[in-house]
């Protein structure tokens, strides 16, 4: 795994010096080896640290990573890309407000947009591919509380209706729209629910690494398939928001890239209020083996930071906990100028510099910059072997004027009244009168022809709309019915099975199927021996990227332990929330990638819906198909393990999701039936359900199939 180097984007007082050093390193390496030039470097920062030079390895200066001369030019017509803009914003503001004024109390929000609409301009005009090029295009997870801005622009491009804008939040004989990304209620368009917090993430990551698995077993080319997902600083602190950070690293996956919109704030108040959450979060991406893309400052500290040869400005702006940061940021010019630019170094630094100058600057962040965000993604594309973070700094609820621009409470004001409209029409630079701006006025497409025109021409050069959720028409030859026959028949003599046994030589048989059988996936949690999965590992292998790089301890038996790079069964070790990630990401498999798949995920029954629930409801929104089993079911199954895995509830909560349709067969006969009708469901008639089978571990004769 090749991690990225700290890097400092401040000049350098003394770069023939600092040229001196790297190349004494490079030649260590060259005459010696690597291993010499380690033990050198990690002596000099012992050495460092008693001479009380405290170095960080897990985090760096308080700065953006690529540097101005790095950056490259900017593909498209800037200005036009900035009009484009400015609607998107204005028009997604006005939909959260007139919906609140016709209906009180609707709801919806209006800062998240205006916070990460540069990020997502950038996006869909260069880097967010559709569906209609080469593979299946790029799989993109939005910060859902940002929906207005996305419909705002599907509108633009003629995707929605004016009668669609008008009816957020209303859905009414489909002509309304989603509170937030929903496949199950806007199946056309959404194609990953991300408002349940923190989960997002997880199903990103495991969509990213089950595009590899498709890949690898040649079920689909999945090659310029990219994973983007854009999530808020405040729900990094929700535990699963984070937990597979190094499951992407362990794995290279270099085909995710996360954008964390810092703009230091949740719902309540900051998120780091004495600290620094920027600074936090690069740690533990770093920490965890991903690239780490700093986009902090935007033009306009370009010139600043020239200046700052003793990197004083630098330690400024890292001593400055987010509370005060938060504040000064949207603070008045004299107020900056005082608190922000404390010190003769740092005033004299800006004595040229006006108190309105200072206020623009202090808003010129680097999610607000389109030069600065265009360089972070093409970086983050580029850069091979590892997964990339881009950690964006933003202001929430930017140019809303100072009723909304990083108030705590700008989360949840649900509409701008006509003295916010007047500051925010006047700072977009619009031409509304006054008493136009009472009627709550879109900026309609008709009046922005040219504006419509370049954003349809972008999404065609990126190869499609998007958001889009397409489930293209494809058959499946599905299993004979031999295969489920012979559990028609009980069992033989005075033999005795579990309808878990019954189910996993059932299993087996439809992985043995042609066509249908190589898109089974078997899924997990760390407990293959106890269900007697385990002869499936020998026989059809453990899915790993890099193979098995070892042998074995128990190489020399048939069932032995085997992983492959082309792996059918995927173990998910003891991670039922990263299991039921990979489930939806299987269960998704035919809109997501148009290649479906068929997943099979056992499990203890009591770490199934107890344990994960949000995710399986996840699953249902996503408009997953595949069987949940829920294995060692029962209140006297496992007396000896105590009551945590006594359970006799899962299947009530089964029946409380309308897309789960809930079983609990006793015999073999009754379990192979209703697999085999759920496949059906599934992959013939197209159904979007999950089915889950309760399955037990006592053995009893099993009865025939009864006549008819």
């Not at 619009?430 to 999404?459: C, G, M, Q, S, T």
């Not at 344990?611 to 699953?619: E, G, N, P, Q, T």
């Not at 992959?683 to 006549?707: C, G, R, S, T, W």
């Amino acid at each position: 795994m090749r991690r990225a180097g700290a890097h400092n984007s401040l000049p350098d007082e003394d770069p023939i010096q600092t040229h001196e050093w790297e190349l004494s390193v490079k030649e260590v390496v060259e005459q010696q080896g690597v291993q010499r030039a380690e033990r050198l470097l990690h002596s000099a920062i012992a050495a460092g640290g008693e001479a009380g030079i405290d170095i960080d390895t897990t985090t760096t200066p308080y700065l953006n990573t690529i540097a101005p001369e790095m950056q490259g030019t900017y593909p498209g017509d800037l200005e036009m890309e900035k009009r484009l803009h400015t609607i998107n914003r204005w028009n997604a503001m006005m939909m959260v407000t007139r919906a609140n004024k016709y209906v009180d109390g609707i709801g919806g929000h209006i800062s998240t947009y205006a916070s990460a609409s540069h990020l997502w301009e950038v996006a869909l005009n260069h880097f967010y591919r559709g569906k209609d090029g080469d593979g299946w295009g790029d799989h993109v997870y939005w910060q859902g509380h940002a929906s207005p801005g996305i419909y705002a622009r599907a509108w633009l491009e003629g995707r929605l209706s004016d009668e669609n804008i008008k009816n957020f939040r209303q859905e009414i004989g489909g002509e309304g729209l989603s509170s937030y990304p929903h496949p199950r209620l806007m199946p056309d368009f959404w194609e990953y629910p991300s408002v349940s917090m923190g989960l997002g993430a997880m199903t990103a990551i495991h969509q990213a690494r089950f595009n590899r698995y498709l890949h690898h077993r040649g079920l689909a080319d999945t090659t310029l398939s990219r994973v983007w997902y854009t999530m808020g600083d405040g729900e990094s602190d929700e535990p699963e928001s984070l937990s597979e950070l190094a499951l992407a690293a362990r794995e290279g996956l270099d085909n995710i890239v996360m954008i964390m919109n810092c703009n230091l704030q949740r719902l309540d108040g900051p998120v780091r209020g004495n600290s620094k959450i920027v600074q936090e979060l690069e740690g533990r991406f770093r920490g965890a083996g991903w690239n780490v893309i700093k986009l902090l400052w935007g033009s306009s500290w370009d010139a600043l930071f020239a200046k700052d040869t003793r990197g004083t400005l630098s330690r400024r702006l890292a001593e400055l906990v987010d509370g005060d940061e938060q504040r000064l940021f949207t603070a008045e010019g004299a107020i900056i100028r005082k608190e922000l630019f404390a010190g003769e170094e740092l005033t004299a630094m800006v004595a040229d510099y006006s108190d309105e100058e200072l206020e623009a600057l202090t808003e010129d962040l680097g999610g607000h910059d389109f030069l600065k965000i265009h360089a972070a993604y093409a970086a983050a594309c580029a850069h091979k072997g590892q997964p990339t973070v881009i950690l964006a700094r933003t202001i929430k609820g930017y140019g809303l004027g100072p009723a909304f621009a990083g108030r705590n409470t700008t989360h949840q004001r649900k509409k701008a009244d006509e003295k916010d409209l007047r500051l925010i029409r006047d700072a977009m630079g619009l031409d509304f009168k006054d008493e136009e701006l009472e009627n709550l006025p879109f900026i309609h497409p008709n009046d922005v022809p040219d504006v419509v025109a370049y954003a349809k021409k972008r999404r065609t050069a990126m190869k499609g709309p998007m958001p889009e959720r397409r489930v293209p028409e494809m058959n499946l030859t599905l299993p004979e019915d031999s295969v489920y026959a012979e559990f028609d028949e009980g069992s033989k003599g005075s033999s005795q099975v579990s309808t878990t046994m019954a189910f996993v030589r059932l299993m087996r048989g439809l992985m043995k199927t042609k066509e249908f059988g190589e898109r089974v996936v078997p899924l997990i949690p760390d407990e293959a021996r106890t269900f007697g999965m385990d002869p499936l590992f020998a026989e059809f292998g453990i899915y790993h990227p890099e193979g098995q790089l070892y042998k074995p301890v128990d190489h020399k038996v048939l069932m032995k332990y085997k992983e492959s790079a082309k792996g059918q069964v995927l173990e998910e070790g003891i991670n039922e929330a990263g299991a039921l990630s990979s489930f939806i990401a299987a269960a998704t498999s035919y809109s997501a990638q148009g290649s479906p798949t068929i997943p099979f995920y056992i499990f203890y029954s009591m770490f199934g819906f107890q344990r994960v629930a949000d995710l399986i409801w996840s699953a249902a929104d996503s408009r997953a198909r595949g069987f949940l089993i829920g294995a060692t079911s029962g209140r006297t199954t496992l007396n000896g393990e105590g009551l945590q895995h006594q359970d006799g509830h899962s299947l009530l909560m089964a029946h409380s999701n309308p897309a789960v349709r809930a079983y609990d067969p006793a015999f073999a006969f009754e379990l192979s039936t209703i697999i085999k009708h759920g496949i059906v469901e599934m992959f013939e008639q197209h159904k979007d359900v999950i089915y889950y089978l309760a399955v037990y571990n006592e053995n009893y004769p099993m009865p025939a199939k009864p006549k008819g």
